[in-house]
T-cell receptor, first 113, second 115 residues
Framework: GDSVTQMEGPVTLSEEAFLTINCTYT??????LFWYVQYPGEGLQLLLK?????DKGSNKGFEATYRKETTSFHLEKGSVQVSDSAVYFC????????????FGAGTRLFVKA | KAGVTQTPRYLIKTRGQQVTLSCSPI?????VSWYQQTPGQGLQFLFE???????NKGNFPGRFSGRQFSNSRSEMNVSTLELGDSALYLC???FGQGTTNEKLFFGSGTQLSVL
């Protein structure tokens, strides 16, 4: 079935380090891909999205490119800040059996000052 | 514009009891989805409602049920609670038009603890 696989966390980085969180997916058809972020004590909020192959989503310095050939949507940021500490979820929607968004297990990021 | 509101914020129940969680979507949103979040499993899809009709359902036992009212508010019920039902239950709303790039707006969740 359709699924999303993320790298396991936690990921611990120093401030200003480069961030990559890997995400791969399995899906029938042509899904849309998303990254959501969850700050402590809050629900998830959309960080960025891409709706077709080779699209690049970006927001708040984060970027991810929809790679159909490798079925991947890796999240990157050039210089992380302490305030980026959160749990990041990769997700897909628009697949067969629609009207649902499928999430990965989440990757917790800790950024040290 | 008010966000997605979930009540209560915290719940403590004992095994065998039942529980009802409530979700009020953003005004104008007609779709409500429910997810169970646990540390080991991430977010697991429970079900989605649109205009009072369940359009999709995840792989959860029949003890988990839901409904949606004409004002788009939704409730989720869990009967005969088990210890493994302890989790954060998240509700998300959207316009529900079925476009593939439609984003979800989440509430802060209800933290359920089963003792």
């Amino acid at each position: 079935g359709d699924s999303v696989t993320q790298m396991e966390g936690p990921v611990t980085l120093s401030e200003e380090a480069f961030l990559t969180i890997n995400c791969t997916y399995t899906a029938t058809g042509y899904p849309s891909l998303f990254w959501y972020v969850q700050y402590p004590g809050e629900g998830l909020q959309l960080l960025l999205k891409a709706t077709k192959a080779d699209d690049k989503g970006s927001n708040k310095g984060f970027e991810a490119t929809y790679r159909k050939e490798t079925t991947s949507f890796h999240l990157e940021k050039g210089s992380v800040q302490v305030s980026d500490s959160a749990v990041y979820f990769c997700a897909l929607s628009g697949v067969a059996g629609g009207f649902k968004t499928i999430f990965g297990a989440g990757t917790r990021l800790f950024v040290k000052a | 514009k008010a966000g997605v509101t979930q009540t209560p914020r915290y719940l403590i129940k004992t095994r065998g009891q039942q529980v009802t969680l409530s979700c009020s979507p953003i005004s104008g949103h007609r779709s409500v989805s429910w997810y169970q979040q646990t540390p080991g499993q991430g977010l697991q899809f429970l079900f989605e409602y649109f205009s009072e009709t369940q359009r999709n359902k995840g792989n959860f036992p029949g003890r988990f049920s839901g409904r949606q009212f004409s004002n788009s508010r939704s409730e989720m019920n869990v009967s005969t609670l088990e210890l493994g039902d302890s989790a954060l239950y998240l509700c998300a709303s959207s316009f529900g038009q079925g476009t593939t790039n439609e984003k979800l707006f989440f509430g802060s969740g209800t933290q359920l603890s089963v003792l």
